[in-house]
């Protein structure tokens, strides 16, 4: 079992930066595959990044190329979100998401995750 926090989240002009992070429980934190996703008022749960327990391998939706990073510290089993010039569009609540398995680009699908956190809440305004 891995349970996930998020933390970080707030209030931030356009432009502004934030970084959220994902303390995982468990030490098979090493070998899963970590996924960030936002869900604003009225939409569907979007994909934002992935990154591979290695870092080998990362993903990010065309919205958020050049403007978030995604990484990990499987020493402190904690994956985070760099998130820089933002815009109020990335306004949503960012959940992380694990999995045991790498999918490679079918990652993008919140479907297929077995854990998720509970969300941190974003506001981008203009």
């Known amino acids: 079992q891995v349970q996930l926090v998020e933390s970080g989240g707030g209030a931030v002009q356009a432009g502004g930066s934030l970084r959220l992070s994902c303390a995982a429980s468990g030490r098979t934190f090493i070998s899963y595959t970590m996924g960030w996703f936002h869900q604003a008022p009225g939409k569907y749960r979007e994909f934002v990044a992935v990154q591979t327990w290695s870092g080998s391998d990362t993903y990010y939706a065309d919205s958020v190329k050049g403007r978030f990073i995604i990484s990990r510290d499987n020493a402190k089993t904690t994956a985070y979100l760099q998130m820089s010039s933002l815009k109020p569009e990335d306004t949503a609540i960012y959940y992380c998401?694990?999995?045991?398995?790498?999918?490679?680009?079918?990652?993008?699908?919140?479907?297929?995750?077995?854990?998720w956190g509970q969300g941190t809440q974003v506001t981008v305004s203009s």
């Open positions: 998401a694990a999995d045991a398995r790498w999918r490679g680009t079918a990652a993008r699908i919140s479907g297929g995750y077995a854990y």
